[in-house]
């Protein structure tokens, strides 16, 4: 944890995210800040010429040097606390800013990543890691401007004064200094470990509350929630075990540094004592030393705090940097090529795919022709939505090819692939935005066309709820689409895909939910209206797939009849099969 390329790896992300970006605000507001601590220096160096001034003072003697004195103080302080306010002012508000920045860029990067890479993290953990990440950038400025630099800027400077009094004493001064930050640093490491654990813990537990909350109508209907919450209060215990080892570790280093420092004092100060009653200093170098070994003792305790907390940043930084250095697979986009503009076929040769070790598609070898609409039929589990996933370019790591006309599918952009095709899936998700929003976002390039818009309102006949809806198109459907029913999300879905006008068009049960009357005008306008395009279709109720060009019947992942609705009903196979038990 506490090693140098995590360190790096930090600091790379304050560059990527605040020093590169706002570099004039960084430095700027940075050595504001050092101006201000190295004025602040004057103190001790202040009392320390006061005192000498009052002890050797003689009647009459001129007052010109203590008034000079308290000139710079007065200077001194205006100094300090204009130069205090303008830097962090400049610099938290940036801070802020990058803050952000970093949480956009984070949600922007995980949107590219993979599917299998999303299955296998929660999302209360993903959101977690990325509201931590930024808000250590926040927290780091303000450490930075209100710490680190006053540290180096205070033990720095106090040294090289006493150094400039007295070369035993700071040599003295640097063992004692060596000493603390070895205690600093053996207990940070141990306490930074202590932590992390605890954090990961923490996530786990969100990671849970996350689900029930996002799935609290499941948990409800079923009542889950005592079985659930029974879970998160495993957790609880076991979070509880492990902070007491992180504030065990905490507060004996707070003892132990808070032990040295108090001894080392007391040893320095009987040094410079005996060293005045020896003559070789004046009285005034105790105030002096006084001064700015207090200075010096409250930065380096300040510093253990610092690298204690940028220890955690560390941790919590590398945690979502983990995330951020995941590859995007899919979406590396160089040495890809656009979509073809001249296409006849979609092809998928011998492919094969498996989840893990387990196989779900075998050998699957399938032509589809420009402009065919091609059903998809066969038991739950069969492996059908899968064909999609890879379809849609979720999962690449097949066996065999897929080819749009002769350009593999792996080859192709993304985000040109996208461009043609559009999908209904089994779920349709909606964001918690208007009814024209949800439609509108698929297609950037169309966003304004109302023309577009009414259409596909049309087609998916989305319009037979709408006087439902209190603001028309402009209703806001809730997180998830809470406020729609299950089929008029799916009306909602097929609306985004018309309003795409795609090329090549997957539904995967995208009417199941609606009764037979609403699904046979759904095909009948959408049949009109994708007259040109590629469909492929799945679904359980035979019904919407009666019409297509060719059925094709999967099982086990392998395709086992393929034909017209006619010719397969007439084979006496599985379709038919299928088909006389939902006949009755
Ligand atoms: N992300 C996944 N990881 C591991 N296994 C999966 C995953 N998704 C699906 N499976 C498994 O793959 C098999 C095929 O699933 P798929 O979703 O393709 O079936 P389907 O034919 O669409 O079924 P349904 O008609 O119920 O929608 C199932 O056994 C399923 O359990
Ligand atoms: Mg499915």
Same mark, same amino acid.
């Given at each position: 944890m506490e090693n140098h390329s995590s360190y790096k790896r930090v600091f790379l992300f304050f560059k990527q995210f605040l020093i590169k970006p706002y570099s004039r605000q960084f430095y700027t507001s940075t050595f504001l800040s050092a101006i201000?601590?190295?004025?602040?220096?004057?103190?001790?160096?202040?009392? !320390?010429?006061?005192? +000498?001034? /009052? /002890?050797? *003072?003689?009647?009459?003697?001129?007052?010109?040097?203590? *008034?000079?004195?308290? &000139?710079?103080?007065?200077?001194?302080?205006?100094?300090?606390?204009?130069?205090?306010?303008?830097?962090?002012?400049?610099?938290?508000?940036?801070?802020?800013?990058?803050?952000?920045?970093?949480? /956009?860029?984070?949600?922007?990067?995980?949107?590219?990543?993979?599917?299998?890479?999303?299955?296998?993290?929660?999302?209360?953990?993903?959101?977690?890691?990325?509201?931590?990440?930024?808000?250590?950038?926040?927290?780091?400025?303000?450490?930075?401007?209100?710490?680190?630099?006053?540290?180096? /800027?205070?033990? @720095?400077?106090?040294?090289?004064?006493?150094?400039?009094?007295?070369? +035993?004493?700071?040599?003295?001064?640097?063992?004692?200094?060596?000493? *603390?930050?070895?205690? !600093?640093?053996?207990?940070?490491?141990? %306490?930074?470990?202590?932590?992390?654990?605890?954090?990961?813990?923490?996530?786990?537990?969100?990671?849970?509350?996350? =689900?029930?909350?996002?799935?609290?109508?499941?948990?409800?209907?079923?009542?889950?929630?005592?079985?659930?919450?029974?879970?998160?209060?495993?957790?609880?215990?076991?979070?509880?075990?492990? !902070?007491?080892?992180r504030v065990y570790w905490y507060q004996v280093a707070g003892m132990l540094r808070g032990l040295w420092e108090g001894f080392g004092r007391i040893a320095l100060f009987i040094f410079?004592?005996? +060293?005045?009653?020896?003559?070789?200093?004046? @009285?005034?170098?105790?105030?002096?030393?006084?001064?700015?070994?207090?200075?010096l003792t409250n930065s380096i305790g300040n510093f253990s705090d610092v690298a204690q907390e940028v220890a955690t940043y560390n941790a919590n930084i590398v945690r979502l940097t983990e995330m951020l250095d995941e590859p995007i697979n899919i979406e590396s986009e160089k040495n890809k090529v656009e979509f073809p503009t001249v296409w006849q076929f979609i092809t998928m040769k011998n492919l094969s795919f498996m989840y893990g070790d387990v196989p779900v598609l075998q050998n699957i070898d399938l032509q589809i022709k420009k402009g065919e609409k091609v059903g998809i039929v066969g038991l739950s589990g069969a492996g059908k939505s899968t064909l999609f996933k890879l379809l849609l370019k979720e999962y690449e790591n097949y066996d065999g090819e897929i080819l749009i006309g002769e350009t593999s599918l792996k080859t192709i952009k993304k985000s040109s692939y996208t461009k043609h095709m559009a999908a209904v899936l089994q779920e349709t998700e909606v964001f918690n935005m208007s009814l024209k929003q949800?439609?509108?976002?698929?297609?950037?390039?169309?966003?304004?066309?109302?023309?577009?818009?009414?259409?596909?309102?049309?087609? !998916?006949?989305?319009?037979?709820?709408?006087?439902?809806?209190?603001?028309?198109?402009?209703?806001?459907?809730?997180e998830k689409g809470v406020k729609l029913s299950g089929g008029e999300r799916q009306r909602l879905g097929i609306a985004r895909a018309v309003f795409?006008?795609?090329? &090549?068009?997957?539904?995967d049960e995208a009417t199941s939910h609606l009764d037979i009357e609403s699904e046979q005008k759904i095909q009948?306008?959408?049949?009109?209206?994708?007259? +040109?395009?590629?469909? @492929?279709?799945? %679904?359980?109720?035979?019904?919407?797939?009666k019409e297509m060009d060719r059925i094709i019947v999967i099982?086990?992942?392998?395709?086992?009849? =393929?034909?017209?609705?006619?010719?397969? *009903?007439?084979?006496?196979?599985?379709?038919?099969?299928?088909?006389?038990?939902?006949?009755?």
């Open positions: 201000s601590s190295a004025v602040w220096l004057y103190n001790a160096y202040a009392l !320390a010429s006061i005192v +000498n001034f /009052v /002890v050797a *003072y003689k009647p009459n003697q001129s007052l010109t040097p203590l *008034y000079t004195i308290f &000139i710079i103080w007065f200077v001194v302080i205006c100094v300090r606390h204009i130069t205090l306010f303008l830097s962090r002012y400049i610099g938290m508000s940036t801070s802020e800013r990058a803050g952000k920045d970093a949480e /956009v860029f984070s949600i922007e990067h995980l949107s590219l990543l993979d599917i299998s890479w999303h299955e296998k993290e929660n999302t209360g953990n993903k959101l977690k890691k990325i509201d931590r990440a930024s808000q250590n950038i926040i927290d780091g400025m303000r450490l930075w401007l209100g710490s680190i630099i006053d540290i180096i /800027v205070s033990v @720095v400077g106090s040294f090289i004064i006493i150094a400039h009094f007295d070369a +035993n004493l700071s040599g003295l001064l640097a063992v004692y200094l060596v000493v *603390y930050f070895g205690i !600093a640093r053996f207990t940070r490491v141990r %306490a930074t470990k202590a932590k992390q654990i605890v954090n990961i813990k923490d996530e786990e537990i969100t990671g849970l509350f996350f =689900e029930i909350i996002s799935n609290i109508k499941t948990v409800k209907v079923l009542g889950m929630a005592k079985k659930i919450l029974g879970y998160t209060k495993e957790g609880v215990i076991d979070y509880a075990q492990k !902070a007491k080892k410079v004592i005996w +060293n005045i009653f020896k003559g070789h200093y004046e @009285v005034s170098f105790l105030v002096l030393f006084y001064g700015y070994f207090s200075t949800n439609v509108v976002l698929a297609n950037s390039n169309e966003i304004d066309n109302e023309t577009l818009f009414e259409q596909a309102l049309d087609i !998916a006949h989305v319009r037979d709820f709408l006087p439902k809806l209190k603001d028309g198109v402009e209703t806001k459907i809730g795409k006008q795609p090329e &090549i068009l997957f539904l009948d306008s959408l049949k009109k209206f994708f007259k +040109n395009v590629t469909a @492929v279709v799945i %679904a359980h109720r035979l019904s919407t797939v099982e086990d992942g392998k395709i086992i009849e =393929e034909g017209t609705f006619d010719e397969l *009903y007439s084979k006496d196979g599985r379709f038919r099969d299928f088909w006389d038990k939902q006949k009755i």
